[in-house]
């Protein structure tokens, strides 16, 4: 790529400590990281591996023990609401159960509307609102009118994620932290959600931080993959790099853990995850 790559959000010696004394969990030592604008990236690492932590320091729900963020070239401050309210302007989560982070008493119609409301569409005329709320729904392939008047808990796991994804079609964060956003639904929309993530990088040129323990997940969707152990970083690098030439034990651990019988992953070297055709 001849372009310059434009460094959004990066971490040097990020930790996290819960409780002291004999019962401290350093859930998350010293971690470094680079994630570049415009690409996916996946961060890889079994249950406790201190992923969830992170994401949760990444957007600011939880503090940070020691270290620094660095957004947009930055050293990130948010300390007043103001300035944690115009960070969340370019940084949006959806987690692993979708229904937790919903009002469920919210009819859909009006969670996407606060969408547009919150990026400064208060004043449009009704009929652009109904415009882009029709647009949101339809990149993630929902009908709008079936959804108006629908309460959250009226759609299945699967529904609800990609109405998440819309929000995030409407709130156009720079950045999207993806916190294992496929494990809570069947397999058959399970990969439907991953395309959708690659849409919003392909389409709408977001970056995208991918959370999940699958490493088959990892490389059909990733740039780049950061292997997460005990709340350390043991290895990162390209999708391929990461699967053709693993280093640490913990990564070759993983991979080994991918299921072989019917493996729809081809791991050649040409060719880009995007690619590989799996549904
Ligand atoms: N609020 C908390 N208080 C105390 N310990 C926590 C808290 N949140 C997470 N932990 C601990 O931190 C470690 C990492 O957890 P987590 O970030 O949820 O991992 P993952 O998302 O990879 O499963 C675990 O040992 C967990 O028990
Ligand atoms: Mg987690």
Redesign the pocket.
């Known amino acids: 790529m001849s372009e310059k790559r434009q460094l959004c959000l990066s971490g040097k010696g990020v930790t ?1 400590v ?2 002291h004394g004999r019962k401290k ?1 350093v ?2 030592n010293n971690v470094d990281f680079e994630f570049y604008s415009g690409d996916l990236i996946s961060i890889v ?12 320091m990444l957007l600011g729900l ?1 503090s940070v023990t020691d270290g620094e963020i660095f957004f947009m070239g930055k050293k990130r401050d948010i300390r007043s609401r103001k300035n944690k309210k115009e960070y969340w302007n370019g940084i949006q989560a959806i987690f692993q159960d979708p229904y937790s982070s919903y009002n469920i008493f919210s009819k859909i119609d009006t969670v996407l509307l606060d969408c547009i409301n919150m990026r400064g569409g208060r004043r449009f005329p009704i009929k652009k609102k109904i415009e882009m709320m029709r647009e949101a729904c339809s990149f993630v392939n929902l009908k709008f009118d079936e959804m108006t008047n629908k309460y959250p808990f009226e759609l299945s796991g699967g529904q609800m994620q990609r109405l998440m994804i819309a929000r995030i079609f409407l709130l156009r964060p720079k950045i999207l932290l993806a ?2 956003p496929t494990s809570m639904i069947d397999a058959c929309s399970r990969a439907t959600i991953l395309d959708y993530l690659l849409k919003l990088r392909d389409e709408i040129g977001m970056t995208i931080i991918f ?1 999940t ?1 699958d490493m088959g997940l990892a490389y059909y969707v990733s740039d780049s993959v950061y292997i ?1 152990e005990r ?1 350390k970083f043991v290895e990162y690098g390209s999708a391929n790099e990461i699967i053709l030439n693993p280093k640490a034990d913990y990564t070759k651990q993983l991979l080994d853990d991918i299921p072989k019988i019917n493996n729809p992953w081809e791991f050649s070297r040409n060719r880009r995850p995007a690619e590989t055709g799996a549904s």
């Open positions: 996290k819960f409780g969990t859930a998350v690492g079994e249950s406790g591996s201190g992923k969830t932590t992170l994401i949760k939880t916190d294992e959370i323990h997460m709340g």
